[in-house]
T-cell receptor
Framework: AQTVTQSQPEMSVQEAETVTLSCTYD???????LFWYKQPPSRQMILVIR??????QNATENRFSVNFQKAAKSFSLKISDSQLGDAAMYFC?????????????FGTGTRLTIIP | DTGVSQDPRHKITKRGQNVTFRCDPI?????LYWYRQTLGQGPEFLTY????????KSRLLSDRFSAERPKGSFSTLEIQRTEQGDSAMYLC?????????????FGNGTRLTVT
């Protein structure tokens, strides 16, 4: 079974600074997908960024980028130029590449606070 | 596209009562998913539907839990004889089709409190 570990329950960053959230995972599969989701106080989970394991290039979405280290099974999220609206719980998630396996496995989350 | 809608937003019930939650996915999305999120944890997969067919159920879904999607549109999740351990946020999500290329769209969840 796959597991996802987020070892930072809480992080804080000054507005406009950069912060990195950590995620490690364990799997025996060679092909899979990794995700970062954001859950603001409104409770709706929102997809931030996605990485395909067979792609060596790290994914980027505007101010959000990942550092994907497949051998180390590490998948960190970097948020640049932090904004007040980035305050939320951030969850790392794993999904098998098997088309019939629809399950997302989530970590326990990191609460990000933005300091004005 | 009005998003995934869940009703009710909050539910407080006494132990032993039955509760039912509803999820309306984004129209034309054929995949519908239920997750449970307890305090301080990430969401845990419960079950998913392709149209009206329930294709996978987690071991977390005990026989007190039943989910349906009778016409391939909205879905209901019923919990019978609720226990305090059922207190959690129940999240619904939908996607246009299966596979990792089709992102999940989540609703705002139903928060259940069992007293």
């Amino acid at each position: 079974a796959q597991t996802v570990t987020q070892s930072q329950p809480e992080m804080s960053v000054q507005e406009a600074e950069t912060v990195t959230l950590s995620c490690t995972y364990d799997t025996s599969e060679s092909d899979y997908y990794l995700f970062w989701y954001k859950q603001p106080p409104s409770r709706q989970m929102i997809l931030v960024i996605r990485q395909e394991a067979y792609k060596q290039q790290n994914a980027t979405e505007n101010r959000f980028s990942v550092n994907f280290q497949k051998a180390a099974k590490s998948f960190s999220l970097k948020i640049s130029d932090s904004q007040l609206g980035d305050a939320a719980m951030y969850f790392c998630a794993y999904r098998s590449a098997d088309f019939g396996n629809e399950k997302l496995t989530f970590g326990t989350g990191t609460r990000l606070t933005i300091i004005p | 596209d009005t998003g995934v809608s869940q009703d009710p937003r909050h539910k407080i019930t006494k132990r032993g009562q039955n509760v039912t939650f509803r999820c309306d996915p984004i129209s034309e999305h054929n995949r519908l998913y239920w997750y449970r999120q307890t305090l301080g944890q990430g969401p845990e997969f419960l079950t998913y539907f392709q149209n009206e067919a329930q294709l996978e159920k987690s071991r977390l879904l005990s026989d007190r839990f039943s989910a349906e999607r009778p016409k391939g549109s909205f879905s209901t999740l019923e919990i019978q004889r609720t226990e305090q351990g059922d207190s959690a946020m129940y999240l619904c999500a939908s996607s246009f089709r299966g596979g990792p290329d089709s992102p999940l769209h989540f609703g705002n969840g139903t928060r259940l409190t069992v007293t």
